[in-house]
């Protein structure tokens, strides 16, 4: 392994790239993608995570060439979440109008839904008009359903497949179920995926000759997520012996995670960052759980792309020409490219604390939200985190980036209350654990592995020339640490607080203030004021907020970069 590394290093060194590990590849090989959200264009102000949806479909052909020519299969999943992330999906209506079509060209062996899918109708509609019609067979949902005209609930696709794969004759029972999402639209269903267990359809699957299950789901794979652990408990009793790989997502990070000797889950993070690779050996020996299985998390770029199929030249496949020249086509057709002004540095989420001067929120808190119009008051803004949806890189800032940092559409409402109480809402809502459950952060924040940043580090440095390697994952994973393709000197994720605030007051002095955020919150600040022992009552009876202004966040920010100001 070792040996191999220093080769990689000695070989990238040659072509001035970054040092990569080479895949472990298997007698049935996966390469997984989760919650890409729309990003099919590629990250275009990050060339860690440049390559779009043709590059990808091209890497993929020639990674199933490869492994059939190795008497070995290849299979390529998805976990859901493909709306909601960047103009390309969102400045359509419905949202994926255009993207989805760029999506179906990958030739995916099995996928699923996930819970931006099922927000609103149209969009679950749209799933099954189009990305269950084009994948009638490969498209499995075991625990969700969509409402025909006519009353009946029907699956998204098979509610299981039983398949033969082409050419190690592996016989395969696949399931894909989705987290128990309560806010799905009145025209689906999701159904727990313990209570789909006991259903009579799922008894009979249970009866097939197997040698290999594959749960495709939409839902983490982490230890504290305990709806995968509960199905494997129960699948375990009707097969003890067969190998089970998971496929998780919707927390937004790399996972893999070891169910048991026989069984293994990865998560492939997230926005078209990571293609996951997984790979397993049929072998009825009882063989080590890391003999076994493999997994990599391989970013999305042509360098690794290009790595790991061994080709330099004649990488691009004629599809997936096609693809990125459709991608180009949609892209001026949707002015996603129009220009807003340019970001002269980076601004991260978490990659930095949240005051340091690169933290986007301390952007937004100390110069940004000040910018709201108003009336001159005393006043602060409160948003949640999660209202920032990505970084804001260096570079031009278009239609596009808008949609990938602050797209989201809420009206300011305000209230006035004593300052006292005002300057101590914040921290109350950070303080509480119950906000935990309303999700007020980025999703991944959510399930931020245990890390000791310190063996991050080492074990980074052990490589040598650190702080050459460009900045990456370094994912800490059941396997270990050196599952990232490419060698990474690592970003550090820092915990970000639910909520952050812009603070405009004069002086000490108690008056009353207005306390400004968006409609989104207002039972999360309506239960801070009420911890607070303020009388809510007294604001008024059914609408204690009033409107305060309908110029969003992202049209601030916008305004804000079109000055030039950053
Ligand atoms: C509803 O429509 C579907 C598809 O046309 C059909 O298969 C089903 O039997 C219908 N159900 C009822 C209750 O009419
Ligand atoms: C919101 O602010 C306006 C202007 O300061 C004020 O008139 C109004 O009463 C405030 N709304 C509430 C519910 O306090
Ligand atoms: C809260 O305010 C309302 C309306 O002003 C009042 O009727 C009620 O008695 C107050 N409750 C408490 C506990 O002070
Ligand atoms: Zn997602
Ligand atoms: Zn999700």
Request: charged residues 20%; negative net charge.
């Amino acid at each position: 392994m070792i040996r191999l590394i220093f080769l990689a290093l000695y070989l990238s060194s040659l072509c001035l790239s970054a040092p990569h590990r080479d895949l472990t590849w298997n007698d049935i090989n996966f390469i997984h993608t989760t919650d890409t959200h729309g990003w099919y264009s590629g990250h275009l102000n990050q060339p860690l995570y440049h390559a779009n949806w043709g590059d990808f479909i091209s890497f993929t052909t020639h990674l199933k060439a490869k492994a059939h020519s190795q008497g070995q299969d290849f299979l390529l999943i998805d976990s859901g979440d493909r709306h909601d992330g960047n103009g390309l999906s969102d400045i359509t209506t419905p949202n994926g109008v255009k993207s989805t079509p760029i999506f179906i060209k990958q030739n995916y062996d099995l996928l699923t839904i996930g819970n931006h899918e099922l927000y609103v109708w149209e969009n679950s509609k749209q799933e099954y008009d189009t990305v269950v019609k084009h994948f009638p067979d490969n498209y499995i949902c075991s625990n969700v359903e969509f409402k025909l005209k006519n009353g009946t609930f029907v699956p998204f696709g098979q509610k299981y497949k039983y398949f033969t794969t082409p050419i190690t004759k592996t016989r395969v029972l696949a399931f894909g179920f989705l987290f128990n999402f309560n806010r799905f639209n009145d025209g689906t269903r999701v159904t727990p995926m313990i209570e789909v267990l006991k259903e009579p359809w799922f008894q009979e699957a249970l009866k097939h000759e197997v040698d290999l299950i594959i749960i495709v789901g939409h839902t983490p794979i982490s230890h504290h997520w305990d709806e995968f652990y509960q199905v494997h408990n129960y699948l375990r009793k009707y097969f003890p012996k067969t190998i089970i790989q998971y496929f998780g997502g919707h927390s937004h990070i790399r996972d893999f995670t070891v169910f048991d000797n026989l069984a293994t889950g990865i998560q492939s993070g997230r926005y078209c960052e990571t293609a996951g690779w997984t790979s397993l050996s049929l072998n009825k020996d009882n063989l080590p759980v890391k003999e076994r299985f493999s997994r990599s998390y391989i970013d999305f770029n042509l360098d690794s792309f290009k790595y790991h199929t061994g080709l330099t030249d004649n990488f691009d496949t004629k599809v997936g020409e096609e693809v990125s020249q459709l991608i180009s086509e949609t892209r001026e057709q949707l002015q996603l490219d129009a220009l807003i002004g340019h970001v002269k540095t980076n601004y991260y989420v978490d990659y930095v604390p949240i005051d340091h001067p690169k933290s986007i929120f301390n952007l937004l808190t100390s110069r940004v939200l000040k910018t709201l119009p108003g009336h001159n008051e005393e006043r602060i803004i409160i948003i949640n985190t999660g209202s920032i949806r990505y970084d804001l890189y260096k570079g031009p800032y278009t239609i596009d980036s808008k949609y990938i940092v602050s797209p989201f559409e809420n009206e300011w409402v305000n209230v006035t209350v004593p300052k006292s109480v005002a300057t101590k809402v914040a921290a109350k809502l950070n303080d509480a654990d119950y906000i935990s459950a309303s999700r007020l952060k980025p999703p991944h924040q959510y399930d931020l592995p245990e890390v000791d940043f310190r063996q991050k580090f080492n074990q980074a440095a052990f490589f040598g020339d650190y702080e050459k390697l460009p900045k990456g994952y370094v994912t800490h994973d059941d396997f270990g640490t050196d599952g990232d393709d490419t060698l990474h000197r690592a970003v550090v994720n820092f915990p970000v607080p639910n909520v952050v605030q812009s603070v405009d007051l004069e002086d000490e002095l108690e008056a009353p203030v207005n306390l400004v955020f968006y409609s989104f919150i207002t039972p999360n600040i309506l239960w801070a004021l009420n911890e607070l022992n303020f009388n809510v009552t007294q604001l008024g009876g059914h609408s204690p907020t009033t409107t305060y202004s309908s110029v969003f966040l992202g049209t601030l920010l916008n305004e804000f970069i079109a000055e030039n100001k950053i």
